[in-house]
């Protein structure tokens, strides 16, 4: 059934179909958006991490390796806890301001809002799933990193190999939970224009001033992401544990 005009203001669960019934579309763009740039925030910023979490696990061999590679290690290393203190000291919301209205300056023509979304997610993201593989390096026994010394391996070789794929299946519950941040925390993006559910919500209740009947659908579906990527999640984790336990 849909109701062919605004209910009074007394009619709450009125209006709330109301507005499903003729905003329909907005919330369906706002849920598409959400979902895609927690995804691929997500996973580029696990991709970014996994690399800077080499960088930072690398050893200085000081006697044997060349003045120049001990150098840039040093360097690479302050460099990305810099950019973590950074990232995980300051809100996303700012985070978002300064790099969509700073870079605008310079008329790039592929700098929209939706780009500049996707990445300051994945770069705040990268910051604590960075933090959270050395989490899961702590965890990983450190006698088979001496193991695997002690059979000729490298330091690079032993981390890649044997202690990251561990510290990864460690860590896979945290970045879940990244996941399900970000579904939540990409509502800041409505500061730049970004069209995600909290935008498209503003959108719709814009031209009826029925905000409380609005957000409370926003919410409806916040949560319901929110639940769904939970269940995926300890499914996810649940399998993960069982294939680990097969070998």
């Known amino acids: 059934m849909i109701v062919a005009s605004l209910p009074p203001r007394d009619a709450f669960f009125e209006t709330v179909w109301y507005l499903i019934s003729t905003y329909q579309q907005f919330f369906f763009t706002g849920i598409f958006y959400t979902i895609m740039l927690s995804v691929i925030g997500t996973v580029g910023g696990f991709i970014i991490a996994f690399f800077f979490t080499i ?3 690398t050893k200085i061999d000081r006697l044997r390796q060349p003045k120049v590679s001990i150098f840039l290690t040093v360097v690479s290393q302050k460099l990305i806890n810099l950019y973590i203190t950074v990232f995980r000291g300051t809100p996303m919301m700012v985070q978002a301001m300064i790099f969509y209205y700073g870079l605008s300056r310079l008329q790039i023509s592929f700098w929209t809002p939706l780009v500049a979304g996707f990445v300051v997610v994945t770069l705040n993201t990268t910051a604590y799933i960075t933090e959270v593989l050395r989490s899961g390096i702590n965890g990983v026994d450190h006698g088979q990193l001496e193991a695997s010394r002690s059979l000729g391996f490298s330091h690079s070789q ?3 190999l044997i202690v990251l794929p561990q510290a990864i299946r460690q860590s896979l519950p945290a970045i879940g939970n990244e996941f399900i941040i970000n579904l939540k925390d990409t509502s800041v ?3 730049i ?3 995600e559910l909290f935008r498209a919500t503003q959108l719709a209740t814009s031209p009826n001033y029925r905000t409380t ?3 409370f659908i926003a919410a ?3 949560l ?3 639940l769904i990527a939970s269940l995926l999640v300890n499914r996810f984790e649940k399998t993960s544990r069982k294939k680990e336990a097969m070998v």
């Open 55 to 57: 960088v930072r696990t």
């Open 158 to 160: 032993s981390m890649k």
């Open 189 to 191: 993006l409505s500061v």
């Open 193 to 195: 224009g970004v069209t």
């Open 213 to 215: 009947e609005g957000f």
């Open 220 to 222: 409806i579906l916040y």
């Open 224 to 226: 319901s992401m929110t």
